[in-house]
């Protein structure tokens, strides 16, 4: 099992190295769930505003707020890292 540490690690790494990567996946996927921003922020629990700065600025969300993007979207937080393909 991979400790909390380690997987905080790995969360770093990624903001660093492949925000650009991050952020175009996240733009992809939020065009594929046919939903829009507001409804999406609304599931994750954040502004519509936040949002747009992930798929725009390379801002990247918290860890938590990252795992709630992905089951909003329905999507792997490993593909969004980059780690597998669909």
């Known amino acids: 099992m991979v400790s ?3 997987k905080a690690n790995c969360w770093l790494y990624y903001k660093v190295m492949r925000a ?3 952020k175009e996946r996240l733009r992809e996927e939020i065009v594929r ?6 409804e999406i922020a609304k599931k994750v ?4 505003e936040m949002i747009t700065q992930y798929c725009t600025t390379g801002k990247l ?3 938590d707020t990252f795992a709630a993007l992905c089951e909003a979207l329905d ?3 490993n ?8």
């Open 45 to 48: 629990g954040v502004s519509p």
């Open 61 to 63: 969300p918290r860890l």
């Open 33 to 38: 769930s046919g939903m829009t921003k507001a």
């Open 20 to 22: 650009n990567e991050i």
């Open 4 to 6: 909390c540490q380690a």
């Open 75 to 77: 999507v792997s937080a």
């Open 79 to 86: 593909y969004i890292l980059g780690l597998k393909d669909i």
